[in-house]
């Protein structure tokens, strides 16, 4: 299982929602993750896409684009929600106390390029 840490994505959208635990507080109960699910919930679909997109690739895990989003029953008190991605990767990601994402399942590995490539600036040939 690896750990994707989604703090400034999460941090960013959830501002609006009245801001969310500080990074490094582990010190929550599942109660005390409520108020962060709630607001999780309050986002849009396509907002809660990018929170959970950016858990899987921060946890090293390549995804192209979220397809679906299922709420699945709670482990330990702790929020689980199942990602499928079109590329057919399917993620479990679980809240944690201070809004850290575990994201686990069954992922398509990142692609790396061949060693030795070479990275053109946009626009050269």
């Keep these: 299982m690896k750990t994707g840490l989604a703090m400034a994505t999460l941090g960013l959208l959830l501002a609006a929602c009245g801001g969310g635990s500080a990074?490094?507080?582990?010190?929550?109960?599942?109660?005390?993750?409520?108020?962060?699910?709630?607001?999780?919930?309050?986002?849009?679909?396509?907002?809660?896409?990018?929170?959970?997109?950016?858990?899987?690739?921060?946890a090293d895990y390549e995804c192209g684009e979220i397809d679906k989003i299922e709420s699945k029953p709670r482990n330990d008190g702790k929020p689980v929600w199942v990602a499928t991605c079109d590329d057919l990767g399917e993620y479990v990601i679980t809240l944690q106390p201070g809004g850290i994402f575990t994201v686990s399942g069954v992922p398509q590995a990142r692609k790396r390029m061949p060693k030795g490539t070479k990275i053109l600036p946009v626009g050269t040939k």
């Design 23 to 58: 990074p490094g507080d582990n010190t929550a109960t599942p109660a005390a993750l409520a108020p962060m699910e709630a607001k999780i919930a309050a986002l849009t679909d396509a907002q809660r896409k990018t929170v959970f997109y950016k858990a899987i690739y921060d």
